[in-house]
């Protein structure tokens, strides 16, 4: 427990000594100061490298090809699919629930609206957060719990905190479970970066193709609550066969 809580202070305190410094030199330093959106892309993208740097070299998280050399590329493709279908029913769900402060709506359409957005949030951000939550975090609250069970619902606690966002953390926190699970079945992080980069993805390319990044499924579908729930049954008959299948299929390399 105690090597889990400093890789997470690590991880933060990292993000935020970069943004810091950027934002002390874009001040101070250059004649032309950066814009917010430019220092939030540069601090995600240059934090990312730093830590994935740090904790492989530390060897706080094991990093090996075997899962690849293994090729269950299948594993892959429904990691994908689960993270295409969880979408939708996440969404609707959190419509559900009372609202949420979004403390970072703003900014992060605006990274999102940039192509160099992408690098941060779609690469960097599923390899970096993989390696650290699922890679360094929940494999040392494994050791730390009797049950495997207890050590993802704690990692993915965790992984919804660090977003420092209230309406992300609900959707943040049962991936963080499926994101765990699929850790401990397989022993690698190769499948959650892959279903993290899906979604990652997922919200870039509607970011950038709806005409209002922030609508809601009802507003998106104008109130007709039919096609709403159609939509979600749809999307559930995309999930619930991905995680079947990969259920069947993941194995340790």
Known sequence: MKNALIYLIVFAALQILVE??????????????LSVVNITIMSMSLSGVIILCL???????EVSPAYLRSRQWGVLVWSALASLGMLVPSLWIQE???????????????????????????????????????????????????RSWHGIVVSALLFALIHFNPAQMPHAFVGGVLLGWMYVRTGSIVPGVVFHWT???????????????????TEFYHGNTQSVLLSVLFSLCIFIPSLLQLNRMMKKA
């Open 20 to 33: 810091s410094v950027l934002q002390l030199i874009s001040t101070q330093v250059l004649a032309e100061p």
């Open 55 to 61: 904790f492989v070299k530390l060897r706080w998280a």
């Open 96 to 146: 559900m629930l009372p609202p949420l402060p979004d403390l970072l709506q703003e900014i992060m359409t605006d990274v999102m609206k940039e192509p160099l957005g992408y690098m941060a949030v779609g690469v960097f951000a599923p390899i970096v957060e993989e390696l650290v939550f699922r890679g360094a975090i929940l494999a040392a609250l494994l050791t730390a719990f009797p």
């Open 199 to 217: 979604n990652n993805t997922i919200a870039y390319i509607l970011c950038n193709i709806l005409p209002d990044p922030n609508i809601t499924l």
